[in-house]
Nanobody, 124 residues
């Protein structure tokens, strides 16, 4: 059974930083591509970043490129999302998820094993 638990969300002022964690059990983080997604009220869930199972390559949505960094700690079996220079439009529930696809993907429907999400609120 695969479980993923997100943490690290909270309330922060614009320009501030947060680090989200995705603690994984039931699989190793280096065996699946793991993605971070977010969903703001009234909007569809959208891709934020992924880190590949092979080589740990990373890819980001244009809206967060240069501000967010995805990484993983294989020893802790945890994936992180470092978020800097936060903006009010980053406010959302953030989810981590894993995909079984061998080719990395940004599509929400390609991901299973979703966590429960963690709320990030950025005040102006």
């Amino acid at each position: 059974q695969v479980h993923q638990v997100e943490s690290g969300g909270g309330l922060v002022q614009a320009g501030g930083s947060l680090r989200l964690s995705c603690a994984v059990s039931g699989r190793t983080v280096s065996s699946y591509t793991t993605g971070w997604f977010r969903q703001a009220p009234g909007k569809e869930r959208e891709f934020v970043a992924y880190i590949t199972w092979s080589g740990g390559r990373t890819y980001y949505a244009d809206s967060v490129k240069g501000r967010f960094t995805i990484s993983r700690d294989n020893a802790k079996n945890t994936v992180y999302l470092q978020m800097n220079s936060l903006k009010p439009e980053d406010t959302a529930v953030y989810y981590c998820a894993a995909t079984l696809r061998m080719v990395p993907t940004m599509r929400t429907l390609d991901y299973g094993y979703w966590g429960q999400g963690t709320q990030v609120t950025v005040s102006s």
